[in-house]
């Protein structure tokens, strides 16, 4: 069973779940930390949630780093697992964080079972969260609250450090998500109404070009 097996039924069974919801966004290889991570797909919609994928041929070594970042930006996250690695991983994670096991009968598809329900993040870090912006974006939204007087030519993180000081965390949260939904120069072509494959280079001067990777504040 491979992380490809695994990811295609992931996807199925969320564009299944968000299929008539126009205000979800389902996201892969989605970077936060300046697009230096990236998670499996996310899911933007009135919450911002992380799948992480951990297939049987993966291996176990990168998920404690993970679950450290993903623990700092994302509302929920569930980590979709092979069912031989479900009980270290689940040693491995917060709490806070849902378990599906993923298991593949006689060559068959993919079978995805909820053991672990996810629940809300309780440390969520608002800083973390506004470094998600690319640059214009944290522009807007200070411009939009009042609080881009003399920040509009500041670098980058100085303006999500702006947003995380002076916004409510949950403003802070509903402007990013809603920052993230509509963004599309890091986006290539719909697979198909839900789902879409997050890249690097944006050549649109508006833009940050030198986000190799998919996400995060860029100054230019």
């Not at 996310?42 to 990168?62: H, M, P, Q, W």
């Not at 697992?81 to 917060?94: E, F, G, M, Q, Y």
């Not at 969260?129 to 939009?144: C, T």
């Not at 303006?159 to 916004?167: D, T, V």
Request: glycine share 6%; hydrophobic share 45%; net charge positive.
């Amino acid at each position: 069973m491979r992380d490809f097996d695994v990811r295609q039924a992931l996807r199925r069974d969320l564009d299944q779940q968000h299929r008539d919801d126009a205000r979800t966004r389902i996201v892969e290889e989605m970077g936060i930390w300046a697009g230096s991570v990236r998670v499996d797909i996310a899911v933007i919609n009135g919450e911002l949630s992380g799948y992480e994928i951990k297939s049987a041929r993966d291996t176990l070594a990168r998920l404690p780093a993970q679950q450290e970042l993903y623990s700092q930006v994302f509302d929920r996250v569930t980590l979709v697992v092979a069912d031989h690695h479900s009980k270290k991983a689940s040693a491995l994670i917060p709490e806070w964080w849902g378990v599906m096991i993923a298991t593949m009968a006689n060559g068959q598809a993919v079978s995805l079972q909820e053991v672990r329900p996810s629940y809300g993040n309780p440390g969520v870090d608002a800083l973390q969260v506004a470094r998600l912006l690319w640059r214009p974006e944290a522009v807007a939204i200070l411009h939009r609250h009042g609080l881009v007087k003399g920040f509009r030519s500041a670098a980058a993180d100085k303006l999500c450090r702006r947003l995380a000081l002076e916004l409510p965390l949950e403003l802070l949260r509903f402007e990013v998500r809603g920052a993230l939904k509509e963004r599309t120069g890091w986006l290539r072509k719909s697979v198909n109404d839900k789902s879409e494959v997050a890249i690097g280079i944006d050549l649109d001067p508006l833009k940050p070009s030198a986000c190799a990777h998919a996400g995060g504040a860029c100054d230019r």
